[in-house]
């Protein structure tokens, strides 16, 4: 069975070839001249995921963070509803509302899912933490076995153990899992979930062991035992880092793990600064996140990065840490921050980072718009492949606007499949979309954005029709 992350890659690989082969030209100029512009574009276009931690309860009632998540990144991972406590509260009575939103939500917008997490020693129930050995080892073979069943061929990977190792100078944590079944609690459960969903990549996956430390050798030796019995795919490097202490050896450590034959992945990136943060600060957390990025980019075998939540408010650092956040990619009012730029930069793109929807100008020559043309709106391909494209397209306001309208018609089989930042009847041949709730009122000279993901029945390049944009 594909996997989500399977049938993207081998679309965008599809798109690459094709394209390539037609034009005659190498990959590295084909991308040169279209600069993606969203993280999601970037990330495509180089073969990596970037992934965000997702709060479903925000997914469900923000239509802002649902449509940023859509646009800005191809990976998800449940921040909570995917834990034991979320998914399993009470022996054998299993909740998959909020994991379902959340593996629905991918889905529908051509996104993968990072499974997080089955065996942890926090989040999981009272229920479980009391059990006797054999009891525990039944527990977790039934909890991994329904979970991974259930979401086989919808999630990719997972981390199937969670900061099984402790801060103490490499030690194991002393968890209720390793005093219950020792040390092979861990091989259990890479054997199950293996056996469960033999196609998910499965990963161990802890914090502070991004540089080459005790603990970081631990998980070494640890991957090693798994990776000779066929159990472990990957290695998660949490990445909760502080501002300015990216470890000076992540690169290298990253790669002794790539030598054992594993994938390595950025599974919870945030870098937090003592706040409130100023533009020395933020301009130093533009370059860590730039060089964790840069890492994981230029190394074949890793396989993406998830940033640990949306917003700075998302967060979970400031509940944690006080005096500390502003750890993130976006600001509270989801406009990007220099973190966001050096990202997508690392990751390929261009752009500025400045928000989507940019300031007004004050040149004449945009600010009076010739009659009866109130808007002008553009498309462009971001991703192809061969039955699909991911689109941008921009509406710039020739006059102060409070909302506007905009209409093409597909001159193939070309047809929307999903759309963000825009509503309206856009399914057929001849679209008819309009401005959504929060993105409608431009001033004269400013511009906004909104997106979209295509299907087409062939593998003919995507078609970039003119559209019609009027004030309404
Ligand atoms: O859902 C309940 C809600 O019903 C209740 O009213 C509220 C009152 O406190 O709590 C809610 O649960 C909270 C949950 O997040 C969902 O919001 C928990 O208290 C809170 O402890 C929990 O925090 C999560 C934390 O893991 C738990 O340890 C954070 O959101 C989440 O970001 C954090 O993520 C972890 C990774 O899983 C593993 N690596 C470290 C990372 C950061 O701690």
Same mark, same amino acid.
């Given at each position: 069975?594909?996997?989500?992350?399977?049938?993207?890659?081998?679309?965008?690989?599809?798109?690459?070839?094709?394209?390539?082969a037609? /034009?005659?030209? #190498?990959?590295?100029?084909?991308?040169?001249?279209?600069?993606?512009?969203?993280?999601?574009?970037?990330?495509?276009?180089?073969?990596?995921?970037? #992934?965000?931690?997702?709060?479903?309860?925000? /997914?469900?009632?923000?239509?802002?963070?649902?449509?940023?998540?859509?646009? %800005?990144?191809?990976?998800?991972?449940?921040?909570?509803?995917?834990k034991?406590?979320?998914?399993?509260?009470?022996?054998?009575?299993?909740?998959?509302?909020?994991?379902?939103?959340?593996?629905?939500?991918? %889905?529908?917008?051509?996104?993968?899912?990072?499974?997080?997490?089955?065996?942890?020693?926090?989040q999981?129930?009272?229920?479980?933490?009391?059990?006797?050995?054999?009891?525990?080892?039944?527990a977790?073979?039934?909890?991994?076995?329904?979970?991974?069943? @259930?979401?086989?061929? @919808?999630?990719?990977?997972?981390?199937?153990?969670?900061?099984?190792?402790?801060?103490?100078?490499?030690?194991?944590?002393?968890?209720?899992?390793l005093?219950?079944?020792?040390?092979?609690?861990?091989?259990?459960?890479?054997?199950?979930? @293996?056996a *469960?969903?033999?196609?998910?990549?499965?990963? =161990?996956?802890?914090?502070? =062991?991004? #540089?080459?430390?005790?603990?970081s050798?631990?998980?070494?030796?640890?991957?090693?035992? +798994?990776?000779?019995?066929? =159990? /472990?795919? #990957?290695?998660?490097?949490? &990445?909760? +880092?502080?501002?300015?202490?990216?470890?000076? !050896?992540?690169?290298?450590?990253?790669?002794?793990?790539?030598?054992?034959?594993?994938?390595?992945?950025?599974?919870e990136?945030?870098? @937090?600064?003592?706040?409130?943060?100023?533009?020395?600060e933020?301009?130093?957390?533009?370059?860590?996140?730039?060089r964790? !990025? %840069?890492?994981? *980019?230029?190394?074949?075998d890793?396989s993406?990065?998830?940033?640990?939540?949306?917003?700075?408010?998302?967060?979970?650092?400031?509940?944690?840490?006080?005096?500390?956040?502003?750890?993130?990619?976006?600001?509270d009012?989801?406009?990007?921050?220099?973190?966001?730029?050096?990202?997508?930069?690392?990751?390929?793109?261009?752009g500025?980072? %400045?928000?989507?929807?940019t300031?007004?100008?004050?040149?004449?020559a945009?600010?009076?718009?010739?009659?009866?043309?109130?808007?002008?709106?553009?498309?462009?391909?971001?991703?192809?492949?061969?039955?699909?494209?991911?689109? &941008? *397209?921009?509406?710039?306001?020739?006059?102060?606007?409070?909302?506007?309208?905009?209409?093409?018609?597909w001159?193939?089989?070309?047809?929307?499949?999903?759309?963000?930042?825009?509503?309206?009847t856009?399914?057929?041949?001849?679209?008819?979309?309009?401005?959504?709730?929060?993105?409608?009122?431009l001033?004269a000279?400013?511009?906004?954005?909104?997106?979209f993901?295509?299907?087409?029945?062939?593998?003919?390049?995507a078609?970039?029709?003119?559209?019609?944009?009027?004030?309404?």
């Open positions: 069975m594909l996997h989500n992350r399977q049938r993207r890659r081998a679309l965008i690989a599809g798109a690459v070839t094709l394209a390539t037609a /034009l005659g030209i #190498g990959l590295s100029t084909q991308f040169a001249g279209a600069q993606a512009t969203t993280l999601r574009a970037a990330a495509d276009a180089i073969g990596k995921d970037i #992934g965000v931690a997702v709060d479903v309860n925000k /997914l469900q009632s923000n239509t802002q963070y649902r449509n940023t998540i859509a646009t %800005e990144f191809n990976s998800l991972t449940a921040e909570n509803a995917m034991w406590d979320a998914t399993e509260p009470q022996d054998g009575n299993y909740t998959f509302s909020q994991a379902d939103t959340l593996v629905n939500f991918a %889905e529908d917008n051509g996104q993968s899912v990072h499974g997080h997490t089955f065996v942890w020693h926090a999981t129930p009272n229920w479980v933490q009391g059990l006797n050995a054999t009891a525990m080892r039944s977790m073979v039934d909890h991994i076995n329904t979970v991974a069943n @259930r979401y086989e061929g @919808r999630v990719d990977s997972w981390d199937v153990v969670n900061e099984v190792v402790s801060d103490n100078n490499g030690a194991m944590r002393d968890s209720f899992w005093r219950a079944m020792g040390e092979g609690y861990i091989t259990t459960a890479f054997q199950t979930a @293996r *469960a969903d033999p196609n998910a990549d499965l990963y =161990i996956n802890d914090y502070s =062991i991004e #540089g080459d430390n005790a603990k050798d631990t998980i070494y030796r640890l991957a090693q035992g +798994l990776k000779s019995q066929n =159990i /472990l795919d #990957g290695v998660g490097f949490q &990445s909760h +880092l502080i501002l300015g202490q990216v470890p000076s !050896t992540m690169e290298a450590n990253l790669q002794r793990f790539v030598d054992l034959g594993l994938k390595v992945r950025i599974t990136l945030d870098i @937090r600064l003592n706040t409130p943060a100023d533009a020395n933020l301009a130093q957390q533009a370059e860590d996140y730039r964790v !990025t %840069e890492i994981c *980019a230029e190394l074949a890793c993406g990065i998830t940033v640990w939540g949306l917003r700075d408010n998302d967060s979970w650092v400031p509940g944690t840490f006080p005096g500390t956040g502003a750890a993130l990619l976006f600001n009012d989801f406009s990007k921050k220099p973190a966001y730029t050096s990202t997508l930069n690392a990751l390929g793109g261009g500025t980072g %400045e928000p989507t929807t300031p007004a100008t004050t040149d004449p945009t600010s009076t718009p010739p009659p009866g043309d109130g808007c002008t709106a553009t498309l462009s391909v971001q991703s192809p492949w061969n039955t699909g494209a991911t689109y &941008s *397209a921009t509406v710039k306001a020739n006059q102060a606007l409070t909302g506007w309208r905009v209409t093409w018609t001159p193939g089989s070309e047809r929307i499949s999903n759309a963000w930042s825009v509503t309206g856009l399914t057929g041949a001849t679209v008819t979309g309009a401005n959504a709730a929060y993105n409608g009122t001033a000279g400013q511009s906004t954005t909104f997106g993901n295509i299907t087409k029945n062939d593998g003919s390049t078609s970039v029709p003119t559209v019609t944009c009027t004030p309404a």
